[in-house]
């Protein structure tokens, strides 16, 4: 079974800059791994995803352009880069993992079968 810790959240100013890490321990066999978020008062939304086989990735269009998700495979680690954060970018932020057969990096939460336990981002005006 494989456990997710995300990292690296914190506080920060518009046009700021963070970089989340999210290390998976245990079977490693992931298959696609992504970063979602959820606002107080708000559904959990995708933010972006990652294949760890083909590297294919994908944006939800909130981020396109100012965020980058990337994936370390030697050292099992996806990290999410957050550019020019905008305050409509504070949530909580999860770091997933799914493992059904897939080429694809799918920004669907249900398809997702393990969850960390999120690391707090807040940005202010």
């Known amino acids: 079974q494989v456990q997710l810790v995300e990292s690296g959240g914190g506080s920060v100013q518009a046009g700021g800059s963070l970089r989340l890490s999210c290390t998976g321990s245990?079977?490693?066999?992931?298959?696609?791994m992504g970063w979602f978020r959820q606002a107080p008062g708000k559904e959990r939304e995708a933010v972006a995803s990652i294949n760890t086989g083909s590297g294919t990735s994908r944006y939800a269009d909130a981020v396109k352009g100012r965020f980058t998700i990337s994936r370390n495979n030697a050292e099992n680690t996806l990290y999410l880069q957050m550019d020019s954060l905008k305050p409509e970018d504070t949530a909580m932020y999860y770091c997933?993992?799914?493992?059904?057969?897939?080429?694809?990096?799918?920004?669907?939460?249900?398809?997702?079968?393990?969850w960390g336990q999120g690391t707090q981002v807040t940005v202010s005006s």
């Open positions: 997933a993992a799914g493992s059904a057969y897939s080429t694809l990096a799918p920004l669907t939460p249900s398809v997702y079968d393990i």
């Open positions: 245990g079977d490693t066999g992931t298959t696609y």
